[in-house]
């Protein structure tokens, strides 16, 4: 399970995207400022570092530097949304670069792609009592035994996994699985997960939500 620090100097914000990796299965440690973050570096290894810029007593900026001495991979949450801060950021060696207010599915598909591409992913996510999501191999296991899921059935479940307990609507759903602008076509959405939850058994579970589009209960 990969491990991420967070250091975000507002405690709701720092806490809204600590709960939120926490329910898509990531271990996560929140510092309210950049010395305590350091601190935890010392003392732990990270998989990946989300750093606000402007933090008291040391900034993102060198909390970036010494996470690079770490090896560990850095995405800047930082409402310094110019172009130019936004080069600085890239430029001095972070993986990503995000501008607040952001949305929480984004923050996990960038939190997924930085982990995969910087080679740290190699984890197995749960869905309790009889479902698990092996993410290096894109495996999934119900009872232990393997279930054969279709790529986009498979990305499906990874993206409600990442979501529980939130309603997800249909167009993002279709935006974020098929990459794709959605046109007002419920059926394609529809069906796949129909698909998927029937091989999964999850038809109690991962409900239709009125209007909405879906969410997977837990």
Known sequence: MNKILIAEDEAPIGNLIRTALE?????????PDGQTAA???????FDLALLDIMLPKANGYELLEYCKSLDVPVIFLTAKGQLEDKVKGLRLGAEDYIVKPFELMELLARVETVLRRCGKTGRV?????????????????????????????YDLLLLFVQNKNIALYR??????VW???????SRTVDLHIQRMRKKLGLEKRLVAVYKVGYRLEI
């Open 39 to 45: 601190d935890a570096l010392e003392a732990e290894p």
């Open 125 to 153: 996510l749960s869905l309790p009592p009889d479902i698990e999501i092996d993410t290096a191999s894109r495996l999934v296991r119900k009872n232990g035994l393997p279930v054969p899921l279709t790529a986009k059935e």
């Open 179 to 185: 990459g794709e602008e959605f046109l007002g076509d």
């Open 23 to 31: 329910d898509a299965g990531y271990r996560c440690l929140w510092t």
């Open 171 to 176: 167009d993002r759903i279709y935006e974020r």
